[in-house]
């Protein structure tokens, strides 16, 4: 199977892995549609709601189609048609939890305080940083002193890096 170009039997294959997407409506490609025209008729492709998947599932099945077909060229590995479309399920849930997670961090972090000029200068902070490195030893050193406005005490620190 090495330096396989697209066979009949891998569209087919290609085909059975589609037809396993749980999609709300059917999307049906041609025979002669190129992957321009696909991607268009995939664009509004809907998975069914148990999947957990609410964006378009057309990058992470081409994905798994994708790296399925480099494991059985390089590998000699083969996955049946419901293997590759559960790894193209699960690799899009991963990627909409992963968004999902970094939105909800944004959200959590403070807004910035609207107020007069003059009143953001209590809240700058001035760093000063130094670091060192002794080849022989291979270690290097870091020290900072942070201070937010004449008012308070300085922080400082320092770390030995191996």
């Not at 599932?57 to 994905?63: K, Q, R």
């Not at 003059?118 to 490195?133: K, M």
């Amino acid at each position: 199977m090495r330096g396989e170009v697209m066979t009949r039997d891998r569209y087919i294959y290609d085909i059975d892995v589609w037809k396993k997407v749980p999609l709300a409506r059917t999307v049906h490609i041609a025979v002669d549609d190129d992957f321009q025209t696909s991607l268009v008729k995939f664009r509004q492709a809907i998975c069914l709601p148990p999947s957990g998947i609410s964006s378009t599932i057309l990058p992470w099945i081409c994905w798994s189609l994708w790296t399925a077909r480099n494991r059985l060229i390089f590998e000699d590995k083969s996955f049946t048609a419901n293997e590759v479309m559960i790894k193209g399920l699960v690799l899009a849930r991963e990627w909409i939890g992963a968004q999902e997670s970094k939105s909800t961090i944004l959200q959590r972090l403070p807004h910035a305080r609207v107020g007069h000029p003059e009143d953001a200068r209590d809240f700058e902070a001035t760093c000063h940083t130094d670091a060192s490195w002794d080849p022989i030893t291979k270690k290097a050193g870091l020290a900072w002193i942070i201070s937010q406005s004449s008012h308070s005490l300085p922080q400082e620190g320092a770390q030995s890096m191996l």
